[in-house]
């Protein structure tokens, strides 16, 4: 089932994902779900996902009389954008399973659990506390960390072995008489 999202004016949107959209997509944009450093790159970003969410949802955003700037905009707000997000890695991971790519429908699903995870730790209430004491630890342990003394800074470097004698000449062998 297709996944949605509303922009900021409570517009709603339809993500659905097919091969033929894919392969118009990248005729103006170099991205291949399939590929596994794209990808990555759809994952680790969100700029990257709302860019091809853009073309997947073009024709619905133009027919509310949305441009990209404008719609760019309709996503601002609180959560707008990371609920657009979902519902593209929501989508993703359909289109995988339907087209049997269970690996690539798992790593998804797991992308997505471990944004949320972190999502919901930054946002947690003790989140602020815990990156203070983070920081008064890293402060603490600074201080641990010894600085070079003055004596050890001006000391000349060690002089350097001294050089071997080149030999002399060889004394002359003894004659046998």
Excluded: H
């Amino acid at each position: 089932m297709p996944q949605q999202f509303q922009d900021n004016a409570g517009r709603t949107y339809t993500v659905s994902m097919t091969l033929g959209k894919f392969r118009a997509i990248r005729e103006v944009y170099p991205v291949d779900v399939f590929e596994q450093q794209s990808w990555t790159a759809i994952c680790g970003s969100l700029t990257e996902r709302l860019a091809i969410l853009w073309y997947l949802v073009q024709d619905q955003a133009e027919s509310f009389g949305l441009d990209l700037d404008g719609w760019e905009r309709a996503l601002m707000g609180p959560g707008i954008a990371n609920q657009a997000s979902e519902a593209f890695m929501d989508e993703m991971e359909n289109f995988f399973r339907q087209f049997d790519q269970p690996e690539m429908a798992k790593m998804t699903s797991a992308n997505r659990a471990s944004r949320r995870k972190a999502l919901d730790l930054v946002n947690s209430p003790g989140f602020d506390k815990m990156v203070g004491r983070l920081d008064q630890a890293f402060q603490a342990l600074s201080g641990l960390t010894p600085e070079p003394l003055e004596t050890e800074t001006e000391k000349p470097d060690p002089p350097l072995p001294p050089e071997t004698a080149e030999p002399g000449p060889l004394p002359p062998a003894a004659s046998a008489g």
